[in-house]
């Protein structure tokens, strides 16, 4: 089982903390905001039933059964666990988009977007795998 710092103190950390705690990766996307390469997170292939969480304080973020293939390179879901997700205008890189980040500690985890009409919300939420963590249902 991953450590994650109690979810209470997650949002007091500091820059320092953060990057101790954190894998390089983890805390380019999750801290500042950046991207893996598509098609390159560990949890793409992820299908078995579980939670996903926040890789930086365990919150939960996810069920598995609101995951989908959309094959856009990053896990999609379609819709998120209830109050565990805060989603914030993103106009970088020449765009609007809709960034979303974790409730609990702010750190970013990816996109939403309205572009899934065959599921049941219509809703991509288009996550980076390194900014989760999936505990898998136990057997």
Request: aromatic letters at 10%; hydrophobic letters at 30%.
């Amino acid at each position: 089982m991953t450590e994650f710092p109690s979810l209470s103190d997650a949002s007091a950390l500091s820059d320092a903390d953060w990057r101790r705690i954190l894998t390089p990766m983890q805390y380019h996307v999750l801290r500042e905001a950046g991207t893996e390469r598509p098609f390159t997170g560990e949890l793409l292939e992820e299908t078995r039933e579980g939670v996903y969480r926040c890789a930086a304080c365990g919150a939960e973020l996810f069920d598995a059964s609101t995951k989908f293939e959309s094959h856009c390179g990053w896990p999609s879901f379609y819709q998120a666990k209830n109050a565990s997700t805060s989603e914030v205008e993103d106009t970088s890189h020449g765009m609007v988009r809709t960034e979303v980040r974790c409730t609990n500690c702010g750190s970013h985890l990816g996109h939403v977007f309205p572009d899934a009409p065959d599921q049941p919300t219509g809703m991509r939420y288009c996550m980076n795998s390194a900014a989760l963590v999936f505990e898998p249902t136990a057997e």
